[in-house]
C-alpha cells in the first residue's frame, strides 16, 4: 500500500484503489494538496483503470469537484478510466446537482461495483 498524506492507495484485482483519508474536503489549502498528490500519483503511474473512494467523506466543496474533474482529464488522457466510489448520500447529492454523476464521472456504490464494472 502506497501512503500519500492525503489518500491511500491499494490494489485489488490488478487496478489501483485510492481511498481518500480526509473526511472533509472544504478547506483551500488541503484541497490543492490533495489535488497535487492526485495528479502527481496519475501522472507518474499512468493508470489504465483507477478507482477512487469517498468512504468516511462527509463533505466536498465544489473546488474539490474541480478537482476529480481534473482526475479524470489526466486519467483520460493516457486512455485510461476513472470509476469513483462509497461516497454517502450528501456527497453523491452534489454530483447529482452539478449533472456530472453518470454524465461525466462514473460513480458506484461500492469498490466491488466499480471494479466489477471495469470487466463489462
Not at 492507495?9 to 473526511?23: G, M, R, Y
Not at 500519483?41 to 474539490?64: A, D, T
Amino acid at each position: 500500500m502506497t501512503t500519500k498524506t492525503h489518500f491511500n492507495v491499494s490494489v485489488i484485482e490488478n487496478i489501483p484503489v485510492i481511498k481518500l483519508a480526509d473526511s472533509k474536503f472544504v478547506d483551500r489549502l488541503m484541497i490543492q494538496e490533495t489535488q497535487d498528490e492526485l495528479i502527481e500519483y496519475i501522472q507518474i503511474g499512468k493508470p489504465e483503470r483507477l478507482v477512487i473512494s469517498f468512504e468516511g467523506v462527509k463533505s466536498i466543496s465544489s473546488e474539490f469537484i474541480t478537482t476529480l474533474l481534473r482526475c479524470n482529464e489526466y486519467v483520460r488522457s493516457v486512455e485510461g478510466d476513472l470509476i469513483l466510489s462509497c461516497m454517502s448520500p450528501v456527497v453523491r447529492m452534489a454530483f447529482q446537482v452539478t449533472n456530472l454523476d453518470g454524465n461525466v464521472l462514473r460513480i458506484h456504490n461500492s469498490v466491488i461495483n466499480a471494479i466489477d464494472s471495469f470487466r463489462s
